[in-house]
């Protein structure tokens, strides 16, 4: 079975800290993706990534960087952390182009809380 | 561009009812489309997938038939039991090489009453 993990499930950072998510996957997946998640507005996509040292924006990606120096290793980066950047942040991994599936498959979350 | 409807929530039903969420896409091409599930606490989870019009996916007692004439992918299943309790997201992946993104709907909140 494919894995996603994430380093933590509950974090809680003030306001101006730096913050890194850290994923990692174990199926030698190409693709990675982060998202958060707010209630009402589903799944928003951050950043993506098809390649290592590949990075690509998503629908949401101000605030936030990312960074990919290994294929299994995709971290979210949280320059200055703001209240409004509390949320759930699911990691997600894909096949990739071999295969032509699209599946993504989910880690199982860290909920950030900045005070 | 792509996009997702589901149906609003919460649903809430009795154990053994019949559970329908609605789904309707719009895409260009020939998307493939998804239903993930999200229990409390945890990340999503791969419920059931088709590729192209007329597939039907099916998974743990639920399915959901790929309708391109009307664009729709409904999630059904006939007898839910308390531990259905969950969010349900529709999704698409447009399919085009290269692009490997996928677009969610807001997700449906279903409980189940014992």
């Known amino acids: 079975d494919v894995k996603v993990t994430q380093s933590s499930r509950y974090l809680v950072k003030r306001t101006g800290e730096k913050v890194f998510l850290e994923c990692v996957q174990d199926m030698d997946h190409e693709n990675m993706f982060w998202y958060r998640q707010d209630p009402g507005l589903g799944l928003r996509l951050i950043y993506f990534?098809?390649?290592?040292?590949?990075?690509e924006k998503g629908d949401i990606p101000e605030g936030y960087s990312v960074s990919r120096e290994k294929k299994e290793r995709f971290s979210l980066i949280l320059e200055s952390a703001s209240t409004n950047q509390t949320s759930m942040y699911l990691c997600a991994s894909s096949l990739g182009s071999q295969g032509r599936l699209y599946e993504q498959y989910f880690g199982p979350g860290t909920r950030l809380t900045v005070t | 561009g792509d996009s997702v409807t589901q149906m609003e929530g919460p649903v809430t039903l009795s154990e053994e009812a019949f559970l329908t969420i609605n789904c309707t896409y719009t895409?260009?091409?020939?998307?493939?489309l998804f239903w993930y599930v999200q229990y409390p606490g945890e990340g999503l989870q791969l419920l059931l997938k088709?590729?192209?019009?007329?597939d039907k996916g099916s998974n743990k007692g639920f399915e959901a038939t790929y309708r391109k004439e009307t664009t729709s992918f409904h999630l059904e299943k006939g007898s839910v039991q308390v531990s259905d309790s969950a969010v349900y997201f529709c999704a698409l992946s447009r399919g085009l090489i290269g692009d490997y993104k996928l677009s969610f709907g807001a997700g449906t909140t279903v409980t189940v009453r014992a």
């Open positions: 990534s098809y390649d290592v040292k590949m990075k």
């Open positions: 088709a590729t192209k019009a007329d």
């Open positions: 895409a260009t091409g020939y998307p493939s």
